[in-house]
Nanobody, 117 residues
Framework: QVQLVESGGELVHAGGSLRLTCAAS????????VGWFRQAPGKEREFVGG????????DYADSVAGRFAIFRDNGANTVVLQMNNLKPEDTAVYYC??????????WGLGTQVTVSS
């Protein structure tokens, strides 16, 4: 079973950048697809982006494509979400998840990102 811990969330001004990190433990991390999700107040959790087990074929939501990038380091058991040109609408709790094409059984507790205008 995989345990996931996110870090790096903070308050940032619009147009700024943040790097979120997800640290995995307790399982064979390289066997899982990884993804980032977010949930804003009063809204449902939404997919932000994901990577295959090898780190190839990144997939992004239209709302973040061209501004966000995901990287994974299977040797270090980490996944990074690099967020650039942040907008107030990016404000949310960001979650890291691990799974496969059948679903996302493993989740972290989330890290808060707040973008001020």
């Amino acid at each position: 079973q995989v345990q996931l811990v996110e870090s790096g969330g903070e308050l940032v001004h619009a147009g700024g950048s943040l790097r979120l990190t997800c640290a995995a433990s307790g399982g064979t991390f390289k066997n899982y697809r990884v993804g980032w999700f977010r949930q804003a107040p009063g809204k449902e959790r939404e997919f932000v982006g994901g990577l295959t087990r090898s780190g190839g074929r990144p997939d992004y939501a239209d709302s973040v494509a061209g501004r966000f990038a995901i990287f994974r380091d299977n040797g270090a058991n980490t996944v990074v979400l690099q967020m650039n040109n942040l907008k107030p609408e990016d404000t949310a709790v960001y979650y890291c998840a691990a799974g496969s094409s059948y679903g996302w059984p493993y989740w972290g507790l989330g890290t808060q990102v707040t973008v001020s205008s």
